[in-house]
């Protein structure tokens, strides 16, 4: 199985058009068409990460940070991104970075932290706008079912827990076919009224592309009607950050203290203790200051994230509890999400951890 091979699966589970646009996913260096031998799982595509998957004969590392993140005008090693990058080109191995792919992936980063807290009810904390749009296309109706399952089949009509989602009316259809025309229904020359359906579908709009080719393809029509609009709704299940309730809510301190234990932390930094029950929980694997507005909109009690800065503890003003836990911290289930993926899907070659902890930040007790 080439790397070229490996990418496509990955990016069906978790495709590139739901990551950020900041961010820079994918396919980082390497050259595709390169059989695999081994994937290493990690965090971070460091030099010494790079080193360890030379050692196990690993020519694939998939990491959660890119570690090109900004451009590159020359690679020459003078820093610790061009060192691992110079590293994994001259040992022929190619680096996979998923990062925010996998943050706004509903069964993502935050998802799975929730579950180890044991919330239920997660929804995502900032749903991804202008992700969505919707497709009318008008079909004679005995071809109605084949541009159904062909639209289906392109990734349209997915809500959620749901496949298949699409609205249907009956109309009346007319046009009339003029010179050179080769219509599949009619004369030239003549108008011609067919009893049509207008079937609709809503679709993430990565997908039109592969969407309008489909229905086209399955359409007895020469020339195909349809119309695609964008639509305002937030995605219901992508986006940055969860929130989630506890099953009984627990007293502030006794909370953290649960979390502190639960996710082996050194320390929490945490805004001033509010006098309430800890019950509804946000959270947000990695630097998550920018969902400080949106856990308090939705009334969490505390919300969970790293990075925070010193004016950002100022923004709880009493509503909620911020609670630091560590942008690592936060992310460190990462790697155990991306290895239960990988190993189920590719038995052919080994799938490895890394054995390296690639946290920058220490902790003095």
């Known amino acids: 199985m080439t790397i070229k091979e490996v990418v496509r699966i990955a990016q069906k589970q978790w495709p590139l058009a739901q990551a950020e646009d900041f961010d820079n996913v994918g396919l980082l260096c390497g050259n595709t068409d390169r059989e695999v031998k081994g994937i290493l799982i990690c965090h971070d595509a460091l030099e010494e990460v790079v080193e360890e998957a030379i050692q196990n004969s690993c020519n694939l590392i998939v990491c959660f940070h890119p570690i090109i993140f900004s451009g590159l005008k020359s690679i020459t090693g003078k820093n610790y991104v061009e060192r691992a990058v110079v590293k994994a080109l001259e040992n022929k191995i190619a680096i996979y970075a998923i990062h925010t792919a996998l943050d706004n992936d509903y069964l993502g980063v935050n998802h799975r932290l929730g579950k180890e807290l044991g919330l239920h009810y997660l929804k995502p904390l900032m749903p991804k ?61 003549k108008r011609e009224y067919v009893e049509e359906v207008k079937l609709s579908f809503i679709f993430e709009k990565y997908k039109q592309a592969a969407l309008i080719s489909a229905i086209i393809q399955a359409h007895p029509y020469e020339e195909v009607a349809y119309q695609i609009y964008d639509l305002a709704n937030q995605h219901p299940y992508l986006g940055l950050g969860q929130y989630g309730e506890l099953e009984e809510a627990m007293d502030a301190e006794d909370f953290l203290r649960f979390v502190k234990k639960k996710l082996g932390l050194a320390v929490i930094r945490h805004s001033k203790i509010l006098q309430k029950k800890i019950k509804r929980v946000g959270l947000l694997g990695g630097s998550g200051a920018s969902g400080i507005k949106s856990a308090i909109s939705h009334q969490c009690d505390i919300y969970l994230s790293g990075d925070f800065k010193y004016h950002d503890f100022f923004s709880a003003e009493d509503k909620i509890i911020l609670a630091d836990i560590g942008h690592f911290e936060s992310e460190q289930f990462v790697i155990s999400q991306l290895y239960e993926f990988f190993s189920e899907k590719f038995t052919k070659f080994a799938i490895l951890k890394t054995n390296i902890s690639t946290n920058p930040v220490n902790y003095f007790l």
């Open 129 to 189: 706008s202008g992700f969505l749009a919707y497709l009318d296309v008008y079909v004679p109706k005995d071809a109605v079912s084949q541009v159904e399952n062909a639209a289906f089949s392109a990734g349209a009509g997915n809500i959620g827990n749901y496949d298949q989602c699409n609205y249907a009316v009956t109309g009346q259809g007319s046009f009339r076919p003029l010179q050179n025309a080769n219509p599949a229904i009619g004369n030239i020359g």
